[in-house]
């Protein structure tokens, strides 16, 4: 009895197989969307910007920071822009991500987070490490976290029309030559028309989690994210009570009369130390804060 036919159908079989495979390597777009926020993939984020040094502006890590955020944003599908640009006398690089025209009939959000790192842990316990650079674990690289996972999971058909914005510069106020909140003045300077809303998250991963609303927020948006957390499940990490006035990323957006809030844990122990690093951080927590952004994004 001949080989032959048994031979071609096992061929056959194997070319089957390998076309399906090459079809899930180079096509992952024909594959259904995971849309679960994965709080470890947002760790391993966050190990990767620390790995990285400082991230101050002007500094090698900085620029490699810039361009894998470009990178891990354009294979999740957005267009990706680099805006650049100048505010009180210093550079700045914020990195746009956007899906499509913005649809005047629809609800415009901007998600941001800053990804830059402190020049001097000048809260450092240890006056001989205050001239050092922060690591910036929670206070930078787990909102930035955040959002690449988001950026990965949110569906394309919302009813709101998102951007998601990591501001460069918020972090060295109080260094000479330096301010608070560059990048995201610069943004918000440079828009042509306004947001509906705008929402930050900064401060986002540590272990221990306790996130107040903060009083420069917007108290309607602050109500709305805050009852989806509780619905969630996660009442005991975000905290209905007022405790801190904070200078954020969402202050120009207040100035400017739009809505605007900050998600932040203030009761880091940690902050503008050289001992924010990875281990601080919680894939739990960013996923507490990937979860409830997640879920008030995607309501109708």
């Known amino acids: 009895m001949s080989r032959k036919p048994i031979l071609l159908t096992t061929l056959g079989i194997a070319l089957l197989f390998a076309t399906a495979w090459l079809v899930w390597r180079f096509f992952p777009a024909q594959h259904a969307q995971n849309t679960e926020f994965d709080g470890q993939r947002a760790y391993r984020d966050v190990q990767y910007q620390v790995s990285l040094g400082p991230r101050t502006p002007g500094s090698p890590g900085h620029a490699q920071q810039v361009e894998w955020m470009v990178a891990e944003l354009q294979r999740a599908g957005w267009q990706t822009e680099v805006q650049e640009g100048e505010q009180a006398g210093q550079p700045v690089r914020n990195v746009i991500a956007t899906r499509g025209a913005l649809d005047p009939e629809a609800e415009w959000v901007v998600l941001g987070a800053h990804f830059d790192t402190r020049f001097f842990a000048d809260q450092d316990p240890d006056l001989a ?172």
């Open 129 to 300: 490490r205050r001239q050092d650079p922060v690591p910036g674990a929670n206070d930078g690289a787990s909102g930035t976290a955040v959002l690449l996972e988001l950026a990965r999971i949110l569906p394309e058909d919302m009813e709101r029309q998102v951007w998601l914005v990591f501001f460069d510069a918020e972090d060295n106020g109080n260094i000479p030559g330096w301010d608070w909140i560059l990048g995201s003045t610069f943004f918000v300077q440079q828009l042509a028309r306004q947001p509906d809303a705008a929402v930050i998250v900064d401060m986002i991963g540590d272990a221990d989690l306790n996130i107040y609303l903060e009083l420069n927020s917007d108290p309607r948006l602050s109500a709305a994210i805050w009852a989806q957390a509780a619905a969630l499940g996660y009442g005991e990490a975000f905290i209905p009570t007022p405790k801190y006035r904070i200078l954020d990323d969402h202050i120009p957006f207040r100035n400017a009369g739009i809505p605007a809030l900050v998600i932040i844990d203030f009761d880091y122990p940690y902050w503008h130390t050289v001992a924010d690093t990875a281990d601080k951080v919680s894939a739990s927590s960013l996923k507490i804060v990937g979860d409830t952004v997640l879920a008030w994004l995607t309501q109708p």
